[in-house]
């Protein structure tokens, strides 16, 4: 087996220990659930493994006898210290053992035990491989809580399969929770059934004059369920007041003059707003916060409020102050771009930071405050800049972000004024005005994504060393390869 594998895992785990003889999976390996709460991530280590080993791997109540080994999932066992999503994982002759405190745990494990694993393991039909896993012991557990990736569907539609394949990437690197941008000017993409005309008409195109399109009800809540067995949380974003083309496009009395708006397929933001002083935007609010409260199992709903320039900062504020009242009012918990702290918000009030800049005044504020932020800085964590001045897709208004710059900072230190213990974790955002394909989402998305994740979950103390961290990285590149991935063969990589 190559216990250099021990070394290359990405995000870094906090302890690992080699420690000689490995276990090597054959078709008499079995895997056992000591209980059921662990099945579902058997079943999913299960579909995981079958397919390029060609094995039966059952998955069994009982534990594994005797030499035909086995790879056990155990909810028993795991020292508090990893907490919910942490894990331990043993490796020996006889077996592989990964014990948790909570499914979501288990599951880590497994994203672990996968890169454990020959790059054959990735392979989507059998192969003859050494499946062998090297022996060892590893410790570990995540750094930060909120491990994001946001993805913009309302500049450029992109179907639930596009998605599904979005969050098996966040999963493969530990990632938890999805952000899904699902309105914006050019586009409406969530079904409301009290409102039709956002998706029949809001929904009808995007960016460029394509066909745009977007998710009913019941696709949204498939997506939602795919993301769950994966124990990632969706986190759905309706922005408004502004960035609301879409929805004054598609009904007149939402628009203060009585009249529908153009359908917009243009980039420009910052011109369009919901009416503030009408009535019945705050029944339109209500009904739409209303319907994807009742699809979103996750505790937070992000209701945008960046780049509102066409209204004054009092209207801006009055419009927050009830929009934040609303998700409340339907058991969710607001999470906004940062403008959202204009009006004095109460401390459970989420703002995601995304200035290119680390002074952010209001920010700091509302840290020592109480509140909690997620960090997003468009100089490192937007991922629809372009990598080089040469990259054909993505944007360059907060620069240019080589792999180096998306890995070389830290999100519990970046925002002046603001400790770590105010930091839920970062995220990274990817907006769609130049994305049309899951490959231009791979390509922004790898090289770079990883090293983020790597920074959500791994200890300070390991991810501050970029030269390490590029070595690691660039062994990923055979996986990807495996996995058909269009990533960015970026040269500050030592590719094999
Ligand atoms: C929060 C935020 N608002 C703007 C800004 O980020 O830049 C994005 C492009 O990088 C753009 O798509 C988005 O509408």
Redesign the pocket.
């Known amino acids: 087996s190559d216990t250099r594998r021990v070394e290359n895992i990405v995000p870094v785990p906090v302890e690992t220990e080699v420690t000689g003889a490995g276990y090597e999976i054959t078709d008499e390996t079995a895997i056992y659930v000591g209980d059921t709460s662990a099945t579902g991530v058997g079943k999913y280590l299960a579909d995981f493994l079958r397919t390029p080993t060609g094995y039966e791997l059952p998955i069994v109540e009982q534990p594994p006898r005797g030499a035909a080994g086995g790879i056990s999932l155990r909810l028993t066992g795991a020292s508090d210290e990893v907490g919910e999503e942490g894990y331990r994982l043993q490796v020996n002759p006889s077996g592989v053992t990964i014990r948790a405190n909570a499914p979501a745990g288990l599951f880590a494990g497994v994203q672990t035990l996968r890169q454990l694993l020959p790059p054959a393991v990735e392979a989507d039909s059998a192969r003859a491989a050494d499946w062998t896993v090297p022996g060892v012991q590893i410790r570990d557990y995540p750094r930060f809580a909120h491990r994001g990736a946001h993805l913009?569907v309302a500049?450029h539609f992109f179907e639930v399969d596009d998605v599904k394949q979005y969050i098996d990437y966040l999963a493969q690197y530990k990632a938890n929770h999805l952000h899904l941008?699902l309105t914006?000017?050019q586009g409406w993409r969530i079904e409301i059934e009290s409102w039709p005309k956002l998706t029949e008409i809001g929904g009808s195109t995007e960016v460029g004059g394509g066909e745009g399109g977007f998710y009913t009800q019941d696709e949204y809540r498939e997506i939602v369920e795919y993301a769950q067995e994966r124990f990632v949380t969706v986190v759905p974003e309706v922005?408004m007041p502004g960035?609301t083309n879409a929805a004054l496009a598609s009904y007149a009395e939402l628009n203060c003059d009585g009249e529908r708006e153009d359908l917009y397929t243009g980039?420009q933001?910052g011109f369009s707003s919901l009416c503030i002083d009408k009535e019945i935007t705050y029944e339109f609010v209500d009904d739409v916060i209303r319907e994807v409260a009742e699809l979103t199992p996750g505790p937070y709903i992000h209701i945008?409020g960046?780049?509102a320039h066409v209204i004054t900062d009092e209207e801006y504020n009055y419009f927050m102050e009830r929009a934040i009242d609303i998700v409340r009012d339907h058991g969710k918990r607001p999470l906004g771009?940062h403008q959202i702290l204009g009006p004095d918000p109460d401390a459970d009030v989420i703002p995601?930071y995304?200035y290119p800049g680390n002074e952010a005044p209001e920010v700091a504020e509302a840290a020592q405050k109480g509140n909690e932020i997620i960090a997003?800085p468009?100089s490192h964590a937007?991922l629809?800049?372009k990598y080089h001045e040469d990259t054909e897709l993505g944007?360059d208004?907060?620069g240019l972000t080589s792999v180096k710059e998306a890995y070389d900072w830290d999100p519990g230190t970046f925002i002046e004024g603001v400790d770590e213990s105010s930091i839920m974790g970062p995220e990274t955002?990817l907006?769609?005005?130049t994305l049309e394909t899951l490959d231009d989402i791979e390509f922004m998305l790898f090289p770079r994504f990883p090293a983020i994740a790597e920074l959500g979950w791994s200890p300070d103390t390991k991810t501050d060393d970029w030269e390490s961290f590029r070595e690691r990285l660039a062994t990923q590149g055979p996986r990807w390869d495996i996995q058909d991935i269009n990533y960015y063969e970026s040269s500050q990589l030592p590719w094999a």
């Open positions: 913009d500049r941008h914006d000017d922005d960035h980039t933001v945008g960046d780049e771009w995601q995304w997003s468009a937007y629809d800049m944007l208004w907060a955002a907006w769609s005005e």
